[in-house]
């Protein structure tokens, strides 16, 4: 079975940082590319950031570029996200989403954590 | 950037209604286009990719079309389980621009 379990949430004081992680297991995790996608309390789904397989290729938001950085660590079965100068926007539940495909490029989630809540207050 | 606009943002609709969703982008995006379903407090699930093609496990009657910059999710027979937000994703330049999400209420 398919599993995506996110951590590191948490509440944390702006211009902080955190460092957000997501453990997969019950598939080839090094065959897939990956995303994080967030979700604002009552607001939308937001694409945060993407990584292939390899980390060849990596992609972030606008509102996160240069402040966010996505890696994963194959051999551990984990991606990670590392947010530093975090603004009260970022708040949101963070999910960790794989591709459809192995090899990535579908741009397709069909597997999700269950999220991470991330709160930035002071 | 691409940008995606669903509508409607909200639909009342009964059990056994016909549904159809709209999603338009800024510009061309092929059929690279993903319908999604969220329920209050879950993860989204995957329903349609590449514009029509319906993931393994949903059912029948959800059905994706368009090409381009038109996009429609159709569901044929609404069900009580179906009563949730259904947002379109777009994934032509890798950035994975959401629309806004559409929520189909109980009439």
């Known amino acids: 079975e398919v599993q995506l379990v996110e951590s590191g949430g948490g509440l944390v004081q702006p211009g902080g940082s955190l460092r957000l992680s997501c453990a997969a297991s019950?598939?080839?995790?090094?065959?897939?590319?990956m995303n994080w996608v967030r979700q604002a309390p009552g607001k939308g789904l937001e694409w945060v950031s993407y990584i292939s397989s390899s980390s060849s290729t990596i992609y972030y938001a606008d509102s996160v570029k240069g402040r966010f950085t996505i890696s994963r660590d194959n051999a551990k079965n984990s991606l990670y996200l590392q947010m530093n100068s975090l603004r009260d926007e970022d708040t949101a539940v963070y999910y960790c989403?794989?591709?459809?495909?192995?090899?990535?490029?579908?741009?397709?989630?069909?597997?999700w954590g269950q999220g991470t809540l991330v709160t930035v207050s002071s | 950037d691409i940008q995606m606009t669903q509508s409607p943002s909200t639909l009342s609709a009964s059990v056994g209604d016909r549904v159809t969703i709209t999603c338009r982008a800024s510009q061309s995006i092929s059929s690279w286009l993903a319908w999604y379903q969220q329920k209050p407090g879950k993860a989204p699930k995957l329903l349609i990719y590449?514009?029509?093609s319906l993931e393994s496990g949903v059912p029948s009657r959800f059905s994706g079309s368009g090409s381009g910059t038109e996009f429609t999710l159709t569901i044929s027979s609404l069900q009580p389980d179906d009563f949730a937000t259904y947002y379109c994703q777009q994934y032509n330049s890798y950035l994975g621009t959401f629309g806004q999400g559409t929520k189909v209420e109980i009439k």
């Open positions: 989403a794989r591709d459809l495909i192995v090899g990535g490029g579908s741009g397709s989630s069909s597997y």
């Open positions: 019950g598939f080839t995790f090094s065959s897939y590319s």
């Open positions: 590449k514009a029509s």
